[in-house]
């Protein structure tokens, strides 16, 4: 008798055979619709879908991505080699007489990243939305907005080894499994392992090894090349009656769990070996959330570079609003009520105002660290094609590069500006000199420095030809300052638009 894991292949086949793709997805229902559903409203998809003839998509769309029933006959059409009885031994429906319901979200889901274009599909526990009300605890997420940040940030530098901590459906080990000749993928949920399992067979990914546990509990004594993690870093009242989701809570007072992250996870990274994660860091009174974040990684008993990026801070209030009704219970009830003063009563209790939410980037050193920036970058990024995690790679090795050298080898260098830069002049009417010189970064963060004519004149100079010296000696003639001061004033600077990779060496 077969094992259910053996019908993997047939229902990769009928996914592929129905055509279950984001595209034909969005070409079946539409945009308009397609971002409606992103809202939590299926509405607009379901007379979408009524207007269509039947298909083996429109079936599979309602049952898996709508979480509506569908007829049983409708359902076997639409999964000829699987059958409606092998979706339920692998757990993916359940069946009565003449109807067959969704017991999983299955969805397509595409991204693009240095590896070039891929298309998955992801199976997760059903969400609010197809359920009809708050999610279980042990309710295990698919693709959210917090996994597609942390996969798009995920350097992707070929590497032997890497760590998916708390790899809930697998989402951030598949990605790694990308540029890792191996992976170690761990939960606390053995739920979640199962899914994980699915989703790896389903997409024929190999080489990733999942293993039970919390935190760093099933890697003891051993160290990866890349650890990446999205913890469960939700502060939640650690009080009776309110509801510990495995996806998001990971059991600690406040914001410890990420503490706790920082200061241990250089025992675990190979020599230059990087862990990247989210995060939440607490502001309690007058205190400096990002000031916390310093201490947790000076705390670590051996010596980590860190690039800390605050993304967004929301007060007490918001915050606890937001994660309320991210498990289900909707604002207006007395289970909301009842839970936001829990909520609040837990911050009172620290003087916490506001939380903070972020990346953060820490790499282990052989000697004294180099690289220790904490940053506010709250808005918009620029765009990224094949994600954040490339720029990432770039201004780590333009950083490094920058570092290991020392004022005259920089004068030597011969940079040349990104060809996604551009220079902004701002005058007065009438004017000959510009009150106001930008350079803007079209990629990576979007950054906007503010430039004052030498330096702008230095990068408008940077052609891979001159090298910096030459340059700044070229500028103080004409400009007619001191040379020496001069150089003072730009080699910073360049210091600072090459690890920003606005120039390039």
Avoid: K
């Amino acid at each position: 008798m077969s094992e259910p894991a053996d019908r993997i292949p047939d229902l990769r086949a009928d996914l592929i055979a129905a055509g279950l793709t984001v595209d034909r997805l969005t070409g079946l229902w539409g945009q308009e619709a397609a971002e409606a559903l992103h809202r939590g409203q299926r509405v607009p998809a379901e007379r979408a879908l009524a207007r269509r003839e039947p298909s083996a998509l429109a079936t599979l769309a309602r049952l898996f991505v709508l979480g509506r029933p569908v007829a049983r006959v409708e359902a076997e059409t639409a999964l000829p080699r699987l059958g409606v009885g092998g979706a339920q031994a692998l757990g993916l429906v359940a069946a009565a007489a003449d109807t067959v319901t969704a017991a999983v979200d299955l969805r397509p889901y595409s991204f693009v990243d240095a590896a070039g274009p891929a298309d998955w599909w992801i199976v997760s526990d059903l969400g609010e939305l197809a359920l009809g009300h708050a999610l279980p605890e042990d309710h295990v997420l698919g693709v959210g907005g917090a996994s597609l940040t942390l996969s798009g940030l995920m350097l992707q530098r070929t590497v032997d080894s890497a760590l998916d901590l708390g790899t809930g459906c697998g989402i951030q080990a598949m990605h790694a499994a990308r540029h890792a000749r191996r992976v170690v993928a761990t939960d606390i949920s053995e739920r979640a392992l199962r899914l994980a399992a699915l989703n790896l067979a389903l997409n024929e990914i190999d080489g990733v090894e999942l293993r039970l546990g919390s935190m760093f509990d099933p890697v003891a004594g051993e160290r990866f090349d890349h650890i990446v993690s999205n913890p469960p870093f939700v502060i939640t009242p650690r009080t009776e009656g309110v509801p510990a989701y495995e996806y998001r809570d990971g059991g600690m007072v406040g914001d410890g769990l990420v503490a706790s992250f920082v200061r241990g996870c250089a025992e675990h990274l190979t020599e230059g070996g990087v862990a990247q994660l989210l995060g939440n860091w607490e502001y309690r009174g007058a205190g400096d959330g990002l000031e916390r974040v310093r201490e947790w990684v000076d705390a670590s008993p051996e010596p980590l570079d860190a690039w800390v990026i605050e993304r967004d801070v929301e007060d007490d209030i918001r915050y606890a609003e937001t994660w309320i009704r991210d498990g289900g219970t909707r604002p207006g009830t007395p289970d909301f009520e009842r839970l936001l003063g829990a909520w609040l009563d837990d911050f009172a209790e620290r003087d916490v105002r506001s939380v903070g939410f972020g990346y953060l980037l820490l790499r282990r050193t052989a000697g004294v660290p180099t690289l220790r920036r904490f940053e506010r970058l709250h808005g918009s990024l620029g765009a990224n094609e094949a994600g954040l995690g490339v720029h990432l790679g770039e201004a780590l090795a333009a950083h490094d590069l920058q570092a290991a050298l020392d004022d005259d080898a920089l004068a030597r260098l011969r940079p040349v500006v990104s060809g996604d830069v551009t220079e902004e002049r701002h005058l007065w009417p009438g004017a000959d000199a510009p009150t106001a010189i930008l350079l803007r970064q079209g990629g990576g963060f979007g950054r906007v420095v503010s430039a004052d004519t030498g330096l702008a004149a230095l990068v408008g100079a940077c052609d891979g030809e001159l090298a910096v010296g030459a340059i700044v000696a070229a500028l103080a003639q004409l400009l007619e300052v001191d040379e020496l001061a001069l150089r003072a004033d730009l080699l910073p600077a360049t210091r600072a638009l090459l690890t920003d990779c606005f120039l390039r060496a």
